[in-house]
């Protein structure tokens, strides 16, 4: 049984790595548990919210657990984990997604078992891999729907200059989150159609935090760039992830946060002025 699953996921991984681009999410679980907990919903949902719709995709679900439990049971408990992911996936999903492949490693064995009651956290785990199907330049130039993008912000991207900073306009998360509201995408859909049409250009993107004023005094001299967990990081990473899922190269973008260094209004005096340093910014570094 685990030679063939691993076979297959052998097979699966060559056809991919020759004809689509592959990208993988690692969600963990408690003990004997298969349903989502909110940090699996956030992480799996926030992916499938930047999914490049225009694309096809094969999902190949890889579900384990680990040695707690008769060998029986936990490969039910596998293969739970995986429904439970594909149940989620094509109820989130505003398209048709090509396939699934569900792959069920059962109990993964340990020689050395560190504790009878504790288990193995990094063993109750299920892969997700979201394996994008290449399509013809016909369709990859439908990418964005030029309905949403008015001439208007295309020549204001146009009039960036190099080096200058420009502010996403109606660019909004969820309070002290980097989940983006859903009224926000046009705005990152227009700046993906903006890169799309001048592949000369890299940019960097910046996120800025605010209402820091009590405990910091912004630096000008001694900004540094973030990145790891903290939030103005997290934000701009968010802005790169949606990108590169459109189609923009990774090596035209970096992304970094720049917490409360960089203020608009300091020290901010109302709602107004703490809502204007909270923001994402991108600048052009190469054209």
């Given at each position: ?16 790595s ?7 999410i690692?969600?963990y679980y408690?003990?004997?548990i ?7 919903y ?6 499938i919210?930047?999914l490049?719709?225009t694309?096809?995709y ?5 579900s ?9 049971s ?11 992911i ?5 109820l989130?999903?505003?398209r ?6 569900i ?6 064995v340990?020689?050395n ?9 990094l ?9 994008k ?8 130039n439908?990418?964005i ?8 912000y295309?020549?204001?991207y ?16 969820e309070?002290?989150t ?10 990152l859909?227009?700046?993906a ?33 973030l ?16 990108l ?10 970096d ?5 409360f260094?960089?203020?608009?209004y ?9 809502n ?7 600048k052009?570094t190469k054209?």
């Open positions: 049984m685990k030679f063939r699953n691993v076979f297959s996921l052998l097979l699966i991984l060559t056809f991919t020759v004809n689509c681009q592959s990208d993988t690692n969600l408690d003990i004997g298969f349903k989502l907990n909110r940090s699996n956030d992480v799996l949902n926030n992916y919210i930047a490049d719709t694309y096809n094969d999902i190949s679900i890889i384990s657990a680990d040695y707690l439990g008769s060998k029986k936990n490969y039910t408990l596998a293969q739970n984990r995986a429904e439970q594909k149940k989620f996936i094509t989130k999903s505003k048709s997604l090509n396939s699934f492949h792959i069920n490693n059962g109990e993964i340990q020689k078992i560190k504790s009878a009651t504790k288990g193995e956290f063993h109750r785990k299920t892969s997700v891999v979201f394996h199907l290449k399509l013809t330049d016909t369709i990859i439908t990418t729907n030029d309905s949403i993008a008015p001439k208007k295309i020549s204001e146009n009039k960036i200059k190099l080096g200058e900073n420009f502010i996403l306009k109606n660019l909004i998360f309070i002290g980097d989940k983006l509201k859903n009224k926000s995408y046009s705005t859909k227009r700046l159609k903006f890169l799309i049409k001048n592949p000369n250009i890299d940019i960097e993107i910046g996120g800025h935090v605010c209402c820091d004023a009590e405990y910091r005094n912004p630096n000008a001299t001694k900004i540094k760039k990145k790891g967990s903290t939030l103005s990081a997290k934000r701009a990473r968010f802005v790169y992830k949606y590169y899922f459109q189609g923009i190269k990774k090596d035209r973008m992304y970094f946060g720049y917490g260094q960089v203020p608009i300091y020290p901010e005096k109302n709602r107004k002025e703490m204007a340093n909270k923001r994402v910014e991108i052009i054209m």
